[in-house]
């Protein structure tokens, strides 16, 4: 960063106010964009990406930097994740156990290949070996924080100076190729193979869109079922707290939304049995409704706050072996990950939000998801399994097979 830029700061309020008007101007970009509009680019991207290019303006031509405070963003994560719990049914985790086990096994050979494909990228561009996981599964699908933690190891043992900047920046560039892939792709699968949605299934992430029926049965959102859904979801998050403390205290560490995930599966599948008469907002409206909402302002939060210019110094570099990460995504995903998936329409889901965690974040891969199920209809089942892996799981295999690249 050039030292002379001036610092404006943006406080939580004002970004967290900033993100609900960065989501209605993607709203009024996908209105307005044939394309936006047709390959289901959600609307928290459409409008992220136009305010990231906006601040990137302003920092080129007047020297500002602007930075947004994210703390409530991060909330956001943690209630949008305890709600996909509430969604939960063991019953769908045990009919979807086959599809869960395929869904981990393709996570870990895609891992393997996206080192592989960073590692040709060193090749392409004389740098170490080791450099590779960073243009790899330690930026992509470790996202930010793993790209953070094991900058400084790559740079200690490759004497590479950059590996911390070229990390971040990966992750960053992933993020947005994340968001922009993965809508076509499930449009293609579902178009080319007439693919429908179940009729009988609820929408557990995002209502269908305004000018279609909002109710749920006989069943209107009223401001007590809101509230009782903001109840059940708060009892979750501190539930997920506590056990989370307790988790650490292990020495094992986690992201604080896994914890809340898991709780709030074990509430959904408890609470209405042992007090039946007791309203539960499991795949209710309310709760489509909560998620959208937190996972819409997250996503526009995350994206409005990318500091573009930073990508600036690895130019070349960086876009050649991103555009061969999104191109090895693309044919995995449509070659091998939808057939082996089963080829039907929640496979077709999955495949986008396949390509949103591999390329970017979980949060992307549920918006993507999301985007798709908002204009053909829900696949409960995606939304449940698809997190179990890219928010679990993953992290730990992924630590392991980037110590074996970084060996190399």
């Known amino acids: ?103 981990l096994v393709m996570t870990l050979a895609f891992i393997v290949l996206q080192n592989v494909v960073g590692l040709v990228g060193t090749k392409l561009f004389d740098l170490p070996a080791g450099v590779g996981v960073l243009l790899g599964s330690a930026s992509l699908i470790g996202g930010h924080g793993t790209a953070i933690a094991w900058g400084p190891t790559v740079a200690e043992q490759t004497g590479f100076a950059a590996a911390n900047e070229i990390g971040i920046a990966s992750a960053t560039l992933g993020l947005v190729c994340a968001a922009l892939i993965g809508g076509p792709i499930a449009k293609y699968l579902i178009d080319r193979n007439a693919l429908e949605s179940s009729p009988a299934e609820e929408p557990v992430v995002g209502l269908p869109y305004p000018e279609e029926d909002l109710r749920n049965g006989d069943t209107a959102i009223d401001h007590v079922s809101i509230m009782r859904t903001l109840l059940a979801l708060n009892v979750a998050v501190i539930l997920g707290y506590v056990a989370n403390e307790a988790i650490a205290a292990t020495g094992l560490m986690l992201p604080l939304f896994v914890p809340c995930l898991l709780v709030a599966i074990v509430m959904s599948n408890t609470i209405p049995y042992l007090f039946p008469a007791l309203p539960w907002p499991a795949r209710s409206p309310e709760l489509a409704m909560i998620s959208d909402f937190c996972l819409s302002i997250f996503l526009a939060m995350s994206l409005m706050s990318m500091q573009l210019w930073t990508l600036a110094g690895l130019g070349v570099t960086l876009t050649v072996v991103l555009a061969l990460q ?83």
Do not use: C
């Open 326 to 408: 999104v191109l090895a995504a693309a044919a995995f995903i449509m070659l091998a990950f939808f057939r082996i998936m089963g080829s039907h329409y929640t496979a077709a889901v999955l495949s986008a939000g396949f390509a949103g965690f591999t390329l970017g974040a979980t949060p992307t891969a549920i918006a993507n998801m999301s985007s798709v199920t908002k204009r053909y209809g829900p696949a409960p089942l995606a939304f449940i399994v698809l997190p179990l892996v890219s928010a679990f799981f993953v992290d730990l295999a992924n630590a392991f097979i980037i110590q074996f690249f970084v060996g190399l």
């Open 1 to 103: 960063m050039d030292n002379a830029a001036r610092l404006v700061q943006v406080p939580d309020f004002v970004a967290v106010t900033l993100g609900i008007v960065v989501f209605f101007l993607g709203a009024f970009l996908t209105r307005k964009v044939r394309f936006l509009r047709n390959y289901n680019i959600p609307e928290p991207v459409s409008g992220g990406l136009a305010v990231a290019l906006a601040t990137w303006a302003v920092y080129a031509w007047l020297d500002i930097e602007v930075e947004f405070a994210l703390e409530t963003r991060d909330r956001l994560l943690v209630i949008f994740f305890a709600a996909i719990g509430l969604n939960a049914r063991f019953a769908d985790l045990v009919a979807g156990g086959r599809m869960l086990g395929l869904l």
